[in-house]
């Protein structure tokens, strides 16, 4: 029995540790940072935490380490409203880490610790078949095993469950894999990755977006950035354009967009409408620093929609 408007996230989970210094030390030498803090992060926390706070009923599919920082991240889930029975833990594991180290002039370093993200088997995805099978829809990234990825958009596409790919951070992706996404939500360079077409306008995102049409793929959203998305269904395709706001910070702008996107998609509003909403969850996300702290409640996506006019 389908669960209406119910919302799988399959992701990673990071502790996010960064250091803001003037310059990036070279090989053998010590610098004195400015600011350090450690917020949480990993593109499907960050997702999930869209959908929670945005008001989507949703549940989590990940793995975190059986260490201090998984419990911490496990109790704010909880908070974000999101339904943290299908987090595993993995014992003698820890929990996924991203070094960042930020210089003076904005630009970042980063080192990454799969951890217990590593950890999330096809066997694991199999052990929440029932969850995936029951929802509306199954929201994915490329941060955990690929394999993982395709077993549950497997699963997800044999029960008429929306499967939702987020193809993020760009890699090349199998057909197979792609003949089972309904919604795709590539930026520039993820779009370049998957079609080999490079998109520098809208002529550019509209063949990018037939060559996914030709792949199986019905609803094709390219994300361009300050210029808004190329929306494209079945090879109907426009531009809507998103919220001009004063930018401070843009970690998890695009994370935010997709966790909103699928919240709104299963309150049954049409593509624009979710589009419009998830550009508004974006556009409050990148007026606050850092991943998840940035992440807009509800009210304040209502809010924000209704100085619009």
């Not at 993820?190 to 019905?218: C, F, M, P, W, Y």
């Not at 950035?225 to 354009?241: E, F, I, L, N, Q």
């Not at 994370?255 to 969850?281: K, S, V, W």
Request: proline letters at 4%; glycine letters at 8%; aromatic letters at 4%.
């Amino acid at each position: 029995m389908k669960t209406t408007g119910k919302l799988v996230v399959l992701g990673s989970i990071n502790a996010d540790h960064i250091l803001n210094l003037d310059s990036f030390p070279t090989p053998g030498e010590t610098v004195t940072g400015t600011q350090y803090q450690i917020a949480f992060g990993g593109k499907g926390a960050n997702q999930a935490v869209a959908a929670g706070r945005s008001g989507a009923d949703i549940a989590f599919i990940a793995c975190t380490g059986d260490d201090d920082t998984g419990e911490r991240v496990r109790q704010q889930l909880i908070s974000d409203n999101i339904d943290v029975a299908p987090v595993s833990v993995i014992a003698n594991e820890s929990t996924g880490v991203a070094l960042i180290f930020v210089n003076g002039e904005g630009e970042n370093v980063i080192g990454i610790h799969a951890g217990a993200n590593a950890a999330l088997s096809p066997a694991l995805v199999d052990a929440q078949r029932e969850r995936i099978a029951q929802a509306s829809a199954l929201l994915m990234q490329l941060e955990s095993p690929v394999e993982s990825v395709l077993a549950a958009a497997r699963i997800a596409h044999e029960n008429q469950t929306i499967v939702a790919l987020n193809p993020a951070p760009a890699r090349e992706l199998s057909d197979e894999l792609l003949a089972l996404v309904d919604i795709i939500t590539p930026n520039e360079t993820e779009a370049e990755k998957l079609t080999g077409i490079n998109v520098a306008s809208d002529e550019d995102a509209a063949r990018a977006a037939q060559a996914l049409h030709a792949k199986g793929i019905d609803t094709v959203i390219i994300t361009l950035g300050s210029r808004g998305v190329w929306a494209s269904v079945k090879g109907d395709g426009r531009r809507v354009p998103g919220f001009k706001v004063k930018a401070i910070d843009t970690i998890a702008a695009g994370d935010t967009f997709n966790g909103a996107l699928m919240t709104a998609l299963l309150e049954n509003l049409a593509l624009d409408e979710a589009i419009r909403f998830a550009h508004a969850a974006a556009a409050i996300a990148v007026t606050r620093k850092g991943a998840q702290p940035s992440v807009p409640w509800r009210k304040e996506i209502d809010d924000f929609l209704a100085k619009q006019g």
